[in-house]
């Protein structure tokens, strides 16, 4: 069946005041610019509500790509008619019938905004009610514990009509907490945590460390695509590409290899805060959760965290592996990131790291190495990608 609205819920109960008409606002931006590809579609916010006319366009596609805009926490398929009786009913029967799965149960919840109209909202809970029972198969009235609630609302010149009610995504809409700079491997956890900072309203921006000639452009490209994904649910993201390989070759020469990955995981985080102060970005999201690997204990947490007073987001902290996966496959990350490319780290991985690496023995050994020179020239060379959702090619510039 044709509909010709969708209408959209969100998390107003929270909201109040100021804080609302901003969240409202910038779930109405996100909402137009995801929209976008499909001509003719029009989202406007009216009655303290966000509809999106189909024009005549087809509901499924518009509906999937709304599932993807975070602040949306339910979606409703309606119908638009002239506020006459007749009309009403028959879009009601209609509205029922096309269900799948069909409700066995049912109720007519009618409102009217315009006391003109000539039946009351009770009256009207019988008329459609009935209508729709004499015009359908197997279906019984519950008013206490329906399987649809059939909503009508008369609206002046016109009554809208809706059906199920859809899950959204949930969240805040992207945009209204800041920016947060992503340290993004090929893995499967980073994505994951990437979205679940997207979903907390963060706009995010990423960073990637990559050894070539150690690991392969194809290595890189799969980050791409990582990043690429993201922006269904984010927009445009820029992404950081840091040439590591420098850096990775002094660590191998200067520091003992079971603190090799303590070292490096530092110089990471100073490249990255670096990164993120130039860009804005108020705070780093990794990809870590507890206990994980040797470079995921507190004690390792503690010597890496020292060199940065960034904060720190971890999305994962308290997530299983499998509960990671499980998400990383809903968003569509999981394909790609278990693509068989190395890493940087798995590259350099020594045989045994420290999983209780010592600060002060941290500290000694990195004193080898130029950390403020390397750091600085890892920076400036870095390559900015931007990435826009759905397109193949973007443009690539330098900012420095
Ligand atoms: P992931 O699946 O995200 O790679 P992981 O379980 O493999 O995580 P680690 O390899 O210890 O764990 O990495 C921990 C976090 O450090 C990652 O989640 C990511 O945020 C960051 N990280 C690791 N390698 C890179 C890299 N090459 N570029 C950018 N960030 C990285
Ligand atoms: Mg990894």
Sequence with gaps: MKYDLILIRYGELALKGKNRSDFENRLLENIRQKLKPFAGVKVKKTFGRIFVELGGRESEPVLRALTEVFGIVGISLAKQVPSELESIRQAAVELVQDLDPRPRTFKVAAKRSDKSFPHTSQELNHLIGGHVLRNTEDLRVDVHRPELTLKVEVRGKYTYLYGANLPGPGGLPVGSSGKVMLLLSGGIDSPVAGYLALKRGGVLEA?????????????????????????????????????????????????????????????????????????????????????????????????????????????????????????SKKIGTYETSILPYEDC????????????????????????????????????????????????????????
């Design 345 to 400: 780290c798995t590259v350099f991985l020594p045989k045994a790291p420290k999983t209780r690496p010592d600060l002060k023995v941290t500290e000694e050994m990195e004193a080898k190495l130029d950390v403020d020179a390397l750091v600085q020239k890892a920076v400036e060379e870095t390559e900015v990608l931007d990435l826009r959702p759905d397109e193949k090619q973007e443009e690539e510039f330098s900012y420095f």
């Design 207 to 327: 960073v990637h460390f990559h050894s070539y000639p150690y690991t392969s452009e194809r290595a890189k490209e799969k980050v791409v695509d990582l990043a690429r994904i993201l922006t269904r649910f984010g927009g445009r993201i820029r992404l950081h590409v840091v040439q590591f390989t420098e850096i990775q070759t002094e660590i191998r020469k200067h520091v003992q290899s079971s603190y090799s990955i303590t070292v490096m995981r530092r110089f990471m985080l100073r490249i990255a805060e670096q990164i993120a102060r130039n860009n804005q970005a108020l705070a780093l999201v990794t990809g870590e959760s507890l206990g994980q690997v040797a470079s995921q204990t507190l004690e390792s947490m503690n010597v890496i965290n020292a060199v940065t007073s960034y904060p720190i987001l971890r999305p994962l902290v308290g997530m299983d592996k499998q509960e990671i996966m499980t998400i």
